[in-house]
């Protein structure tokens, strides 16, 4: 079955950084754009980073630009989000997601449990 798993999250100060990975099974990894979304309490969730299918030209959201990067190893099906200069308002619970795009949603069919991502002194 479809399975996306995160790891790398945890507490950091300000200014250090995070690397998170999502291991992906069960379904063609190398045909599917690769998202990175986060969600902080009482906010909605935002689309932090993606990647197309192939790898290459990657997009952000203009409050990580330049200090995150989205990677995507297609031989391990998994993704990355390199994270640096953490802030505090990017602590949030950080969400991988892949798969067909689901129309009446606009997110991709497959979505990972997340990986909290706290930082603070």
Request: aromatic share 14%; net charge positive.
């Given at each position: 079955?479809?399975?996306?798993?995160?790891?790398?999250?945890?507490?950091?100060q300000p200014g250090g950084s995070l690397n998170l990975s999502c291991t992906t099974s069960g379904f063609?990894?190398?045909?599917?754009?690769?998202?990175?979304?986060r969600q902080a309490p009482g906010k909605e969730r935002e689309l932090?980073?993606?990647i197309p299918s192939a790898g290459g030209s990657a997009m952000y959201a203009d409050a990580?630009?330049?200090r995150?990067?989205?990677?995507?190893?297609?031989?391990?099906?998994?993704?990355?989000?390199?994270?640096?200069?953490?802030?505090?308002e990017d602590t949030a619970v950080y969400l991988c997601n892949t798969g067909p795009l689901q129309l009446v949603t606009g997110?991709?069919?497959?979505?990972?449990?997340?990986?909290?991502?706290s930082v603070r002194s």
């Open positions: 079955q479809v399975q996306l798993v995160e790891s790398g999250g945890g507490l950091v063609t990894f190398s045909i599917y754009a690769m998202r990175w979304y932090v980073a993606t990580v630009k330049g995150f990067t989205i990677s995507r190893d297609n031989a391990k099906n998994t993704s990355y989000l390199q994270m640096n200069s953490l802030k505090p997110t991709l069919a497959y979505w990972g449990q997340g990986t909290q991502v």
